[in-house]
């Protein structure tokens, strides 16, 4: 399994290289040798985690970084990787192009695995290898999270059958179409349901991502990421004006 | 000049090709034929804006995406391109990297500019080669915009000398001194002054971004991107508590 990610990590670089295109660094260098060599969960204090954000044709650029962003200040504690079925570039809805990290089967253990929203998931549904690569990334992961209609792929695994959930309030009657066994919430800025939070659209993803790291790191943690992002909180899961902009609620 | 940009962009997508990267998509392909053929600036109601975000190395994701998701929305009024020094990929200061559809050579005639901050600025106001290719972008340009301690770039160029502007409230002081001609405003969300924005840090980028549009295409288009994306746009360019918060004012 460990000469497998090698192997395809020099790949990767190497066809990069070869093709003279510039990788400004390893993508995976901050990941420790240990962390590989212990592929069980492992949310030790000497060890980072992983966070893995899935991506895939036509993802929706805020959902993914503003939530990476915050994340992103966590140097020290967490690592991000961007995981998606092929390895070379996927273009967001709005143009620009992101790197994939790893492949599904390539990615090493996540203890956070996130989904963002965008055209995209349209098709994304509908493609099993897809869906059921994102249901074991997020099975195995102790800590998953969608963005906007992100949240119509995670409920297409099954995954959260019976459990609350929220999304897009734009989109909000076609994601409930994909998990009917959800009990969907109308009007919340993020839901948190075990080890499952959702979060409504688009830039709700960024004050999700700030409610998993004072859960994962403390509040005074997530209040100075903010701060340093120069980032007005919306603390309030239930702060939600768009519910009843998109007629969901009176 | 039209036949190098065309060669340009068939050597980059051959390499991609040869290495076997996926590319989702022409990157320019949403840029009309026309627009090449006429490489002088026009805002003619049939052509779309060309938006180039310059990157670099450690550029920041939420300075970078949050506006380029808000322009996102105009597809038919907008194209988005990313521009650097050199093809390939640029990594940001979280991790994830970007490709980079244009060189500072090859770019198409832009209608707005815009330069991030991040970790990066630091090295890249000590290279005249970047700040002069910045400046002569920025020069040619309608509309230019800085986010962050993208400021100090632009501040670097010399084309904010005499001018107002802001940036990242906790590297203030850093950035005053990349231009000291500059009339640096402790306390704004963002400032505007003829054809520059500059945007406090990190999230002001999105407000800023917003502002942008309404200046572009009206007050009621941007409201509608803000709602679309469940965002509640700061609307008040001198609503700024990270100027206290980091001891710049009283």
Redesign the interface.
Known sequence: MIEILQNSRRTFIG??L????????D?VK?ISKNRYRNMEYSNAQNDKMILG?VLF?RF???D???P??M???LKDKV????IGQ??????????????I?YTFENAPKLDIVMIPGGGGTRVEVNDALFVNAVKKLAEQAPHVASICTGAAVLAKTGLLDGRNATT???AFHWVETQGQQVNWVKKARWVEDGKYFTS?????G?DMALALIAKLFGEDVAAGIA??????W?KDSQHD??AK?NGLVD
């Open positions: 066809s990069l070869t093709s003279g295109l510039l990788l400004a660094g993508p901050a954000m044709d929706q650029l805020l993914t970084f503003g990476l962003e994340f992103g200040s690592t991000i990787v961007i092929k390895q070379g570039l996927v273009k967001s809805s709005a143009g620009p192009a992101v790197a990290d897009n309030k734009r409504s659209g688009i830039s709700a960024t701060n340093g992002a120069e980032y007005e919306n004006p768009f902009l």
